[in-house]
């Protein structure tokens, strides 16, 4: 079993900060990319920032200059630092991580249940 917890959304003013943590669990023989994408109400889920093994970044126009994703492969932890945030930053935020269990051949995409963020003006 592999799971993966989102932990540090919540409530901020515009302007203001908010670190998002995503720690992958179970039986794992190794991650691949990680990521993260958020849903606005009424939109499509849209990619946000994604890692590789390498270190690697890729950021959405949305937020490139203000979002900064990192991992530490030891911990298999993904991290969000979002600073000057914005209403428009308001979402719900998901984890995702391509994963190969041990003693599987092949590797699946897996998601976090999402963390709420809310920034208010």
């Known amino acids: 079993q592999v799971q993966l917890v989102e932990s540090g959304g919540g409530l901020v003013q515009a302007g203001g900060s908010l670190r998002l943590s995503c720690a992958a669990s179970?039986?794992?023989?190794?991650?691949?990319?990680m990521g993260w994408y958020r849903q606005a109400p009424g939109k499509q889920r849209e990619l946000v920032a994604t890692v590789t093994t390498g270190g690697l970044t890729n950021y959405a126009d949305s937020v490139k200059g203000r979002f900064t994703i990192s991992r530490d492969n030891a911990k298999n932890t993904v991290y969000l630092q979002m600073n000057s945030l914005k209403p428009e930053d308001t979402a719900v935020y998901y984890c995702n991580a391509m994963i190969q269990r041990v003693g599987v051949t092949f590797e699946y995409d897996y998601w976090g249940q999402g963390t709420q963020v809310t920034v208010s003006s």
């Open positions: 179970g039986s794992i023989f190794s991650i691949n990319a």
